[in-house]
């Protein structure tokens, strides 16, 4: 509704379930500032903000266990305000103030 | 059949009596019901449960697919069985328990695992599937296989306090065609790391939850086999497009429905470029550990 | 009691060691549950899987209330009980299930409904009540005597494909502390007139609607039975503020939750100028009948 | 997000649950236009919504199953953008462009 407070940050809910909220101190809601431009000057897209939780949020050591080959691994569902990421253009989506963005790892269990 | 003017039995009509007046049920729905025929593959946690509330309901025949049997350590999410049966397998001390519940259903058991050497055969005959499995690797079987026999899926999982369902190939129509409901693989195209799935092994899970799910896929099996009937008046269409429902047992809300995704056009099950075929899954060619990497069953839960 | 080492029996840690491990339950929040006692009132479509899954999870003791015999029709959902079983009471039929589930489980009958007569005697001993009966007048009656004795209540409702759950009193705090959690008079001051709930007598109910609300009703009673264990660092708490869980099994969402109101300033049962006091109550000088009309308990499901 | 298309209607979504449905010819959720303001000139608010839906939602001849003494009957729940009217101020509230607002009859089954 109203513009962000500050140009360069955009302020966006990130949150975690099925488990990955155990690779960040059992965070299961995160309320974050990040850039609105990577270095390159370009907005920030999902992509940027896998990376970026990887190196600002995530305690856990393993981040093999968030992100395989530079990208979510697999058994890991991006959704983006309650869809699918693969309907909003997965990584390359343009991420916006009050975005939620929900990473769910699948569960085998039953 | 011809018409009838009481196309049920009389005790039909009383046992189902209650839900026969459910308009989104009403007397065509309980006779689709009646003709219908489910394949629960996994009588544990959620198996249990979806189970007990298909039976009750009057589907005509459950088949029950499970190699494991009966541990203490079950008892306290898995309804069914009881304290008695420890040691039996896990088919019998359901269908113990099921006939119990409701004789008028026709209960059929396949004891083992199921693999790609028995998934075809097994499945067949059953109008839709239950998914109660507890590893990837059964997962994408069941999946593979739902999508090349055209049945609907039903996917459910639990670990800890959170739970996940979805309705898979819904409409279970053939692969290529895009009007078709996404498959496993196409939320799911790769397996997780086995590593990953490590982490979920030592786990645990919360009774209720398990059960919550399991109570849930019954529901959504109901729903898709009587969808003939009022149900599709009543706003239900709206439902049939494609949703994860995500459970987290300590979060508020308690539960979230996110929308998923549509066929994917390269998905390797469903689509015009499937490599997924009647042919490599009966043939052993697939395989389905190898794929997952190799985590044993009992430490991915 | 004295520390211990090995504070549970060899074969609790077998049979509840899915449960323990997960991180809100622990071997404290297990030692909870079998201290605990929670009063399941109504053994019907809410009350039977409520049972199964507080009795497979082990709490200590759980007291059964109702007046009811077992009927053909009550069999499509109230799956504790069975098609042999038929004629005899609730209660007694649904401790032969849940005894052979979990005989680690003191199971205590109690014979008929609860009226205002037997509503203090009964419900006094226990920890935490469900409210899993089918009345407008039996809702009440069970809410005031939760709040006139200081105890959490879980109250649920099901008809037709929709579903509703509450915890009420929760903190059970006095009469007139503000913090308490309100009850079900705060949220529904006056009953519903006997017309508006006879549209709903012919209703009928699809039995997993039901059965996830009684899944759910077992898990709230385990959430708030456990909750001085990890439960409450784990973002626990933002779900203890009151709120109603509305199911509709056909609408996308299936799950809302709603946020309800603190405790009401004038509630003729929890606040300050409260009416409705232990000597009313158990004087017979409350009518519930009365203050809620005519609708036999049949006609209101 | 944007203002009103028209200053003198707002858009609102009016849902029912609990069997008030049945009432509406089984809608459970309406779009609505309603005017911005009463015959007084005062802003709309639930008292008059819910006036409004006995007089031109509701099908059923029986208006006493939804109004009673000239207000919700006892046994339906209010609930405004997710929360009970009572936080919001009961009939007095003053109706939202996009508000959501639910009318729950309170179930007894069992
Ligand atoms: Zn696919
Ligand atoms: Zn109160």
Redesign the interface.
């Known amino acids: 509704m109203a513009a962000s407070k500050e140009d360069d940050t955009i302020s966006i809910t990130v949150e975690f379930s099925g488990g990955l909220e155990m690779l960040f101190s059992n965070e299961r809601k995160l309320p974050l500032s990040i850039p609105a431009k990577d270095d390159t000057g370009a907005r920030t897209n999902v992509a940027y903000l896998v990376n970026y939780l990887c190196e600002n949020a995530m305690k856990d050591p393993k981040k093999e266990l968030f992100v395989l080959d530079g990208t979510v691994r697999p058994g890991i569902l991006v959704l983006i305000n309650d869809a699918d990421w693969e309907l909003e253009g997965e990584e390359k989506y343009e991420v916006q103030e009050g975005d939620n963005i929900l990473f769910v790892s699948t569960l085998h269990g039953g | 059949p011809p018409p009838n003017r009481w196309p049920l039995e009389k005790?039909e009509y009383?046992?189902?009596?209650?839900?026969?007046?459910?308009?989104?049920?009403g007397l065509q729905g309980q006779l689709l019901l009646k003709g219908a025929s489910v394949l629960i593959v996994?009588v544990?946690?959620?198996?249990c449960?979806a189970a007990?509330?298909l039976v009750?309901?009057?589907v005509g025949t459950v088949g029950l697919v499970d190699g494991d049997t009966v541990e203490?350590?079950n008892?306290?999410?898995q309804?069914l069985?009881?304290?008695?049966r420890v040691g039996m397998t896990k088919v019998e001390s359901a269908m113990v328990a099921l006939h119990?519940?409701?004789?008028n259903v026709k209960l059929i058991p396949h004891h083992g695992r199921l693999s790609p050497e028995t998934a075809i055969s097994t499945v067949q005959s059953y109008d839709l599937v239950l998914?109660?499995?507890?590893?990837?690797a059964s997962?994408y079987l069941i999946s593979d296989t739902c999508v090349l026999l055209g049945k609907p899926l039903v996917s459910?999982?639990?670990?800890?306090?959170?739970?996940?369902l979805m309705v898979l190939n819904n409409p279970p129509l053939p692969p290529g065609n895009t009007a078709g409901g996404p498959c496993y693989r196409c939320?799911?195209?790769?397996?997780?790391?086995p590593?990953?799935?490590l982490?979920?092994g030592?786990?645990?899970?919360?009774?209720?939850?398990?059960?919550?799910m399991g109570?849930?896929q019954?529901?959504e099996a109901?729903?898709v086999l009587t969808r003939f009937t009022g149900?599709s008046?009543?706003?239900?269409a709206?439902?049939d497009?494609p949703?994860?429902?995500?459970f987290?047992?300590?979060?508020?809300?308690?539960?979230?429905?996110?929308?998923?995704?549509a066929r994917?056009p390269k998905c390797a099950a469903c689509s015009a470029q499937a490599t997924v075929t009647l042919e490599a899954l009966s043939s052993g060619s697939l395989d389905y550990v190898q794929f997952c990497g190799t985590v044993a069953p009992v430490d991915?839960?």
């Open positions: 005790n009383r046992r189902y009596g209650r839900q026969l007046i459910v308009p989104v049920i996994g544990g946690g959620l198996g449960p007990a509330y009750g309901a009057g203490e350590s008892l306290h999410r309804i069985h009881s304290t008695s119990s519940l409701n004789p998914d109660c499995t507890d590893t990837p997962r459910s999982s639990a670990l800890r306090i959170d739970g996940q939320v799911f195209p790769k397996p997780p790391p590593d990953s799935v982490t979920c030592d786990g645990g899970i919360l009774g209720p939850v398990v059960g919550v109570v849930l019954a529901l109901i729903k149900a008046t009543n706003g239900a709206s439902s497009s949703s994860l429902l995500i987290s047992a300590y979060s508020n809300p308690m539960f979230r429905a996110m929308r998923l995704r994917k991915a839960l």
